[in-house]
């Protein structure tokens, strides 16, 4: 009986939507209690709802509509029993006549239901096939991440991804950045901006703190301006700032100074006196150099700069008498110049001299010399028998004779030419790179012996003036100028006077 009163509420249920369709499920057995759960199908505004009462409650939801003809399929103002067989599952509805009718298990073409989440939800459960529970959660996210459409271009589904610049306003306001986390901003793009003039801007510049190094600006506890940069000006110091932060300078006077300059703080000195930094022991610079004088020079300071000996012209002009001197003896070395002996006398220049000093020289060659036919030849000497004055060299123009100081010179050549009986021979002294003869001598050959010349001249030298001696022959063939003890090629020049 109970299973004939739930189908007779079921059948009263699908009476009130036209082709709408409820699953018979786990239909209760025995005497239905007043407690049990019913379904039904309400329609009030043309949409089937499927809702569920108590079977005390479900004869108070009927209402005349629900019975009317027109909220129930076919004809007739009754509702039928269900009085066929049925299955758990199957369906039931009115059929054409009217009489409530089973569909048959399943109850349409529906087997499973399943859920499809995007990627930013999990699902569990899914699908459904008989009963059971879908269950969405949702999917784990990287740190940091959040759900925001498409960085740039047109709209596009949101995924999860960091955020990036485009992301924020651009203009924040009303925003606190709290004391739990740093906020950096990078480069050189972080600007202050005027609050109705953008125009107006600060910018910050960090690029001249050195790498690893955090600088920290403490901001007074008072209203304060930022100081403009003030290139420093020798001697000046800061007196001002504007509002604007513009330093003003001057050089302070004594009268902004009070107290004392410590030793320490003393700057070095220049000038005719010195000091080291930092102390006031001072140093006369110097203006001479140390030493005796007789005779010095000052400055208009009154410091010696120069200093040296007296000279004759340094002494007051006087004549001196017989009487000036009234005891001992002139040093001989004031006198005169030179070395004072007793070989020695004072000229009249002033100046000791010995007059049998030699001014002279006399040279020969130690080896043979060829004299070309016909061709003058200047002899030339190796070796000196004595040289007082330098004035002959062993190593180039060994020719010279060179005299060392001007005056009166006696010039000597001779040498020894080989036997030949034809021609004749000479020795010619000559002056100088013009070779201007200044004495000569010359003879017939002699046949079977050698032939000896000699040939002397006193001439007035200038200093650095020199004479050379050229030996001649034209016998035709080359000869020899011998070198046979004292008389071979000899060549000598003494100065005799001034």
Same mark, same amino acid.
């Given at each position: 009986?109970?299973?004939?009163?739930?189908?007779?509420?079921?059948?009263?249920?699908?009476?009130?939507?036209?082709?709408?369709?409820?699953?018979?499920?786990?239909?209760?057995?025995?005497?239905?209690? $007043?407690?049990?759960?019913?379904?039904?199908?309400?329609?009030?505004?043309?949409?089937?709802? @499927?809702?569920?009462?108590?079977?005390?409650?479900?004869?108070?939801?009927?209402?005349?509509?629900?019975?009317?003809?027109?909220?129930?399929?076919?004809?007739?103002?009754?509702?039928?029993?269900?009085?066929?067989?049925?299955?758990?599952? /199957?369906?039931?509805?009115?059929?054409?006549?009217?009489?409530?009718?089973?569909?048959?298990?399943?109850?349409?073409?529906?087997?499973?239901?399943?859920?499809?989440?995007?990627?930013?939800?999990?699902?569990?459960?899914?699908?459904?096939?008989?009963?059971?529970?879908?269950?969405?959660?949702?999917?784990?996210?990287?740190?940091?991440?959040?759900?925001?459409?498409?960085?740039?271009?047109?709209?596009?589904?949101?995924?999860?991804?960091?955020?990036?610049?485009?992301?924020?306003?651009?203009?924040?306001? &009303?925003?606190?950045?709290?004391?739990?986390?740093?906020?950096?901003?990078?480069?050189?793009?972080?600007?202050?901006?005027?609050?109705?003039?953008?125009?107006?801007?600060?910018?910050?510049?960090?690029?001249?703190?050195?790498?690893?190094? $955090?600088?920290?600006?403490?901001?007074?506890?008072?209203?304060?301006?930022?100081?403009?940069?003030?290139?420093?000006?020798? +001697?000046?110091?800061?007196?001002?700032?504007?509002?604007?932060?513009?330093?003003?300078?001057?050089?302070?006077?004594?009268?902004?100074?009070?107290?004392?300059?410590?030793?320490?703080?003393?700057?070095?000195?220049?000038?005719?006196?010195?000091?080291?930094?930092?102390?006031?022991? =001072?140093?006369?610079?110097?203006?001479?150099?140390?030493?005796?004088?007789?005779?010095?020079?000052? /400055?208009?300071?009154?410091?010696?700069?120069?200093?040296? @000996?007296?000279?004759?012209?340094?002494?007051?002009?006087?004549?001196?008498?017989?009487? /000036?001197?009234?005891?001992?003896?002139?040093? =001989?070395?004031?006198?005169? &110049?030179?070395?004072?002996?007793?070989?020695?006398?004072?000229?009249?220049?002033?100046?000791?001299?010995?007059?049998?000093?030699?001014?002279?020289?006399?040279?020969?060659?130690?080896?043979?010399?060829?004299? $070309?036919?016909?061709?003058?030849?200047?002899?030339?000497?190796?070796?000196?028998?004595?040289?007082?004055?330098?004035?002959?060299?062993?190593?180039? +123009?060994? /020719?010279?004779?060179?005299?060392?100081?001007?005056?009166?010179?006696?010039?000597?050549?001779?040498?020894?030419?080989? &036997?030949?009986?034809?021609?004749?021979?000479?020795?010619?002294?000559? !002056?100088?790179?013009?070779? @201007?003869?200044?004495?000569?001598?010359?003879?017939?050959?002699?046949?079977?012996?050698?032939?000896?010349?000699?040939?002397?001249?006193?001439?007035? !030298?200038?200093?650095?003036?020199?004479?050379?001696?050229?030996?001649?022959?034209?016998?035709?063939?080359?000869? +020899?100028? @011998?070198?046979?003890? +004292?008389?071979?090629?000899?060549?000598?020049?003494?100065?005799?006077?001034?």
């Amino acid at each position: 009986m109970r299973p004939l009163l739930l189908m007779l509420i079921f059948a009263l249920a699908l009476c009130t939507a036209a082709n709408a369709q409820t699953k018979i499920s786990a239909l209760p057995s025995g005497t239905p209690a $007043t407690t049990d759960v019913v379904p039904y199908v309400a329609d009030p505004a043309g949409t089937p709802a @499927t809702k569920k009462t108590t079977v005390l409650n479900f004869f108070g939801v009927l209402t005349p509509s629900f019975i009317l003809p027109a909220n129930r399929h076919g004809d007739g103002a009754k509702f039928q029993l269900f009085t066929g067989s049925s299955s758990t599952n /199957d369906c039931a509805k009115f059929d054409a006549s009217g009489n409530l009718a089973t569909l048959g298990s399943p109850c349409g073409t529906v087997t499973s239901v399943g859920l499809s989440m995007p990627s930013e939800f999990g699902v569990s459960g899914s699908p459904v096939t008989g009963s059971g529970t879908i269950t969405v959660t949702r999917a784990t996210q990287a740190a940091n991440t959040g759900l925001f459409g498409p960085t740039s271009g047109g709209a596009a589904a949101p995924a999860f991804r960091a955020m990036v610049n485009a992301d924020l306003p651009p203009t924040l306001s &009303s925003k606190t950045f709290d004391n739990t986390n740093t906020a950096n901003f990078k480069g050189s793009l972080f600007t202050l901006q005027d609050a109705t003039d953008t125009t107006k801007q600060a910018r910050f510049d960090v690029s001249n703190v050195g790498t690893g190094q $955090t600088r920290t600006v403490n901001i007074p506890d008072a209203n304060s301006t930022a100081a403009q940069a003030k290139a420093a000006v020798s +001697n000046q110091f800061l007196t001002s700032m504007s509002a604007q932060g513009v330093f003003g300078a001057a050089q302070p006077a004594f009268s902004d100074l009070s107290g004392s300059v410590a030793a320490t703080q003393m700057p070095a000195l220049t000038g005719d006196v010195t000091t080291g930094a930092g102390t006031v022991a =001072t140093t006369l610079a110097n203006a001479g150099t140390p030493g005796t004088y007789t005779k010095v020079t000052t /400055d208009a300071k009154g410091r010696v700069t120069t200093g040296t @000996t007296l000279t004759s012209g340094d002494l007051p002009s006087h004549s001196h008498s017989g009487t /000036d001197l009234t005891s001992g003896t002139v040093p =001989t070395a004031r006198l005169g &110049s030179g070395t004072a002996s007793s070989s020695t006398f004072l000229r009249g220049d002033q100046a000791y001299a010995d007059p049998l000093a030699l001014v002279g020289a006399r040279v020969y060659h130690s080896a043979t010399q060829a004299l $070309t036919s016909a061709t003058p030849t200047a002899l030339v000497f190796n070796s000196e028998r004595f040289d007082t004055a330098a004035l002959h060299d062993t190593a180039s +123009n060994t /020719d010279r004779l060179t005299a060392p100081t001007a005056g009166y010179y006696s010039a000597t050549c001779q040498g020894e030419i080989a &036997s030949n009986a034809t021609g004749f021979r000479s020795l010619t002294i000559r !002056l100088n790179a013009g070779g @201007t003869i200044i004495a000569a001598n010359a003879q017939n050959a002699t046949n079977g012996d050698s032939t000896t010349l000699n040939v002397t001249a006193v001439y007035q !030298l200038a200093a650095g003036d020199y004479v050379r001696c050229f030996g001649f022959q034209n016998a035709g063939v080359s000869l +020899n100028v @011998t070198a046979s003890g +004292n008389f071979g090629a000899e060549f000598s020049l003494v100065k005799i006077g001034n």
